[in-house]
């Protein structure tokens, strides 16, 4: 048995008819993109399937456990409904404020933002966890002022001893986010995403390079496995033919300039190496901004109408495309909850909708045929918090209330 890196086992068997080389591996796991709950979150939602119960027509969750849940389960949940891996690379998501003291998790505010009037209603709760969909902290901070609206409520919440969370694109990208929840609101029809969320592969490159015995292939593995940190590298295969044997390996970015130094050192790998750059797997069903295809085209004025009671609103803004009236058919529609610009920007539809857009951006949107929709804001994206709290309160225990926002609410109002 030849040695090999850490975490993986090496067995080569030697076929007398060929002189067959086989690489095998072991003991590796694939990264999953929802990881895996601990034992004790596993076992509550195991025995919450077994009954359910409801204690208020807004919450209800499956009696999983008299008990509170400590953070870090609380974070695990999260995570599994809507991996922090979905957001876009410049947002601030995942936990921003965690005070020192850690105490049980017993009541949760679900907001879009954090303002004052939340806060207030968090104080008012006895809140320990704080979900806001947008980021409070989002640019870097050098300070902690109270001169600074935002870092005010980070000193309320860490006072108060309040975690605050934000998920923000994560549930735009995820399946089933507010993306999906918002394009429903035409009604059914072939959804596909306009932006598709890419995995995040721990391997970067692949190194392909020829040794011509098994005795090359030890030493190159024994310099490899010097240098590994036990993760960095995977053997992803050998094959034998008749000018030696063809190793091909995978490593992470970080691995790539001391791997390649190692292997420039013997004269076989030096002569026939190549390297190549792995393209991360696409995640059907995630990423940014959706078009639905309906299955029953509208009339704008109906697509109207059916946003308004979708996003609970009295009134919405419209810009009519090129050439279009009220009675038009809407047979395809593009969604981008909040500011949709830049991702609806280029996409062939009859209907844009999405929070806000410039002026620039709506006349060219209408100069190309495209109907428009704004609803303000955060108003595109408010209305999903009722459907997370659901996912939410029925992963959690009975002694852990999921509320609501009340004073949550779009800065903009119609005057």
Excluded at 21 to 50: D, H, V
Excluded at 148 to 156: F, G, M, N, T
Aim: hydrophobic share 40%; with cysteine; proline share 5%.
């Amino acid at each position: 048995m030849l040695p090999g890196w850490r975490n993986l086992s090496w067995t080569f068997y030697f076929l007398k008819s060929r002189r067959l080389l086989i690489c095998k591996s072991s003991n590796f796991n694939a990264p999953a993109l929802f990881p895996s709950a601990s034992s004790a979150t596993q076992t509550r939602l195991t025995s919450g399937l077994l009954r359910s119960s409801v204690h208020s027509p807004s919450v209800r969750r499956l009696s999983v456990s008299a008990s509170p849940m400590e953070l870090k389960e609380v974070l695990q949940v999260l995570e599994q409904l809507a991996p922090l891996s979905l957001a876009e690379s410049w947002d601030n998501v995942g936990l921003l404020v965690e005070p020192s003291k850690s105490r049980p998790i017993k009541t949760v505010l679900l907001t879009n933002d954090l303002t004052d009037a939340v806060m207030e209603e968090a104080e008012a709760l006895n809140c320990d966890l704080i979900i806001s969909y947008h980021p409070p902290l989002f640019r870097p901070i050098k300070r902690l002022v109270q001169k600074d609206w935002k870092q005010r409520l980070a000193i309320r919440a860490v006072e108060a001893g309040m975690v605050v969370f934000s998920p923000h694109t994560s549930w735009d990208s995820m399946k089933g986010g507010v993306n999906d929840w918002l394009v429903g609101g035409l009604g059914s029809g072939q959804v596909s995403v306009l932006s598709q969320a890419l995995g995040g592969a721990s391997h970067s490159h692949k190194l392909e390079f020829m040794v011509r015995s098994p005795e090359e292939l030890n030493a190159v593995v024994e310099e490899l496995k010097a240098s590994d940190d036990g993760t960095a590298l995977q053997c992803s295969g050998t094959r034998p033919n008749s000018s030696g044997i063809h190793v091909s390996l995978t490593c992470s970015a970080s691995a790539l300039t001391p791997s390649v130094q190692i292997l420039l050192k013997h004269s076989a790998p030096c002569q026939s190496l190549s390297i190549l750059k792995l393209e991360k797997a696409p995640l059907p069903g995630h990423g940014q901004g959706r078009l639905s295809v309906l299955d029953q085209p509208v009339t704008v004025a109906t697509a109207i109408q059916k946003m308004k009671s979708h996003l609970g609103l009295a009134n919405l803004r419209l810009a009519l495309g090129a050439g279009r009236t009220l009675e038009s058919s809407v047979c395809t529609a593009a969604v981008c909850a909040g500011s949709g610009a830049s991702v609806l920007s280029g996409v062939q539809a009859d209907l844009f909708i999405t929070g806000e857009m410039s002026h620039h951006e709506v006349l060219d949107a209408v100069a190309k045929g495209t109907s428009v929709i704004l609803s303000d804001h955060s108003n595109s994206e408010r209305g999903f918090l009722a459907v997370f709290r659901e996912r939410l309160a029925v992963r959690l225990p009975d002694a852990v209330t999921v509320v609501l926002s009340k004073a949550d609410r779009d800065p903009l109002e119609v005057v």
